[in-house]
T-cell receptor
Framework: GAGVSQSPSNKVTEKGKDVELRCDPISGHTALYWYRQSLGQGLEFLIYFQGNSAPDKSGLPSDRFSAERTGGSVSTLTIQRTQQEDSAVYLC??????????????FGPGTRLTVL | AQSVAQPEDQVNVAEGNPLTVKCTYSVSGNPYLFWYVQYPNRGLQFLLKYITGDNLVKGSYGFEAEFNKSQTSFHLKKPSALVSDSALYFCAVRDIGTGGFKTIFGAGTRLFVKA
């Protein structure tokens, strides 16, 4: 059984460019989460998807950030007009989604984004 | 609002000695608490969680955590540390107010186990 996968593992971009980060959740998991981990910091919640419900976007830091989840599976986090402060590791996680409060989240290896 | 605090940025312990990584929380309602570990250049791995029942929760790699409601703590423990336990540890609480999906993580505690 494959775990959560993310691509690319590393992304270096220039300030002002757009980037797309991809997450493939564990098969059958209906809940999917994005977090950001800045150097020396804890995890910052960005967004989550649960089934066909409207996503919780409350953690997105600005309107340059957006995410979608197609077909209830793969998710893409898009950052437009990247800034240097966007440099971080972006982690994706998924869970069964059957019981929100007690579900265990399984994390991918992350995408390390560096904005020059 | 739910919150979690890890008061120590770093914990140093000698191999073979017991280790404790501290975590305190603030929630409205029942606390659902988690511990994760992050090894270098890898994602977070689930260690254990407290939902209800026994206050002592046993998890992966010989770790356990003790839930203490009166002290609002959920400290991570291991009787005998290994050098391979050196990693970054995160305590987390589930934000029930948002339907339970949003997880609030502590800032992390870096554990160094010296041989």
């Amino acid at each position: 059984g494959a775990g959560v996968s993310q691509s690319p593992s590393n992304k270096v971009t220039e300030k002002g460019k757009d980037v797309e980060l991809r997450c493939d959740p564990i098969s059958g998991h209906t809940a999917l989460y994005w977090y950001r981990q800045s150097l020396g910091q804890g995890l910052e919640f960005l967004i989550y998807f649960q089934g066909n419900s409207a996503p919780d976007k409350s953690g997105l830091p600005s309107d340059r950030f957006s995410a979608e989840r197609t077909g209830g599976s793969v998710s893409t986090l898009t950052i437009q007009r990247t800034q240097q402060e966007d440099s971080a590791v972006y982690l994706c996680a998924s869970s069964w989604g059957t019981r929100a409060s007690t579900d265990t989240q399984y994390f991918g290896p992350g995408t390390r984004l560096t904005v020059l | 609002a739910q919150s979690v605090a890890q008061p120590e940025d770093q914990v140093n312990v000698a191999e073979g000695n017991p280790l404790t990584v501290k975590c305190t929380y603030s929630v409205s309602g029942n606390p659902y608490l988690f511990w994760y570990v992050q090894y270098p250049n890898r994602g977070l791995q689930f260690l254990l969680k407290y939902i209800t029942g026994d206050n002592l929760v046993k998890g992966s790699y010989g770790f356990e955590a003790e839930f203490n409601k009166s002290q609002t703590s959920f400290h991570l423990k291991k009787p005998s540390a290994l050098v391979s336990d050196s990693a970054l540890y995160f305590c987390a609480v589930r934000d029930i107010g948002t339907g339970g999906f949003k997880t609030i993580f502590g800032a992390g505690t870096r554990l160094f186990v010296k041989a």
